[in-house]
């Protein structure tokens, strides 16, 4: 079944609205990240998208994540609990909610206003050339799980 299209303001909106309920005392319902934390987290997509802030993955290791790691990320089915991530999403130390939680939101708003046409066929850092529907899901889907983490 396909996942909510995160570049239609509706959908975009209702991630919003979910990031809104957490504060910072929202205790995770899984995991060891703290919602500051996690909120940091999710922005790493989105630097990884609009910043060059996060060394790319060699030649090697960019073939091994499109043949192992790809197809988990951008298909449809949700990530199980407790799911491994990347050493580039570890975040360890403590993050000020409020200012992650702002980027998170500009992010997400500027990724909705580009559009889909905008990502269509666009570069990923980690897996190559994505389409519009891979590039959909891997936004989509890693937000809801973290907010899901997190009750929202």
């Given amino acids: 079944m396909p996942l909510p299209n995160i570049f239609t303001p509706e959908v975009t909106n209702n991630l919003l609205q979910?990031?809104?309920?957490?504060?910072?005392?929202s205790q995770a319902n899984w995991g060891k990240m703290n919602v500051s934390q996690m909120l940091a987290h999710c922005n790493v997509t989105y630097e990884m998208m609009f910043e060059n802030?996060?060394?790319?993955?060699n030649a090697i290791l960019k073939f091994i994540l499109k043949l192992l790691v790809k197809k988990k990320v951008v298909d449809e089915t949700t990530y199980p609990k407790e799911s491994r991530t990347a050493p580039a999403f570890l975040i360890t130390?403590?993050?000020d909610f409020q200012k992650e939680k702002e980027r998170l939101i500009q992010y997400m708003k500027k990724t909705q206003e580009l559009g889909e046409i905008y990502f269509d066929?666009?570069?990923s850092h980690s897996f190559g050339i994505l389409t519009k529907v891979e590039?959909?899901?891997?936004?989509?889907?890693?937000?809801?799980?973290?907010?899901?983490?997190?009750?929202?």
Avoid: C, V
Avoid at 53 to 57: F, N, R, T, W
């Fill in 121 to 123: 066929g666009r570069e």
């Fill in 135 to 152: 590039w959909n899901n891997m936004l989509y889907k890693h937000l809801d799980h973290h907010l899901r983490q997190f009750g929202a």
């Fill in 93 to 95: 130390t403590e993050k």
């Fill in 53 to 57: 802030i996060h060394p790319k993955p």
């Fill in 18 to 25: 979910r990031i809104e309920t957490l504060t910072p005392s």
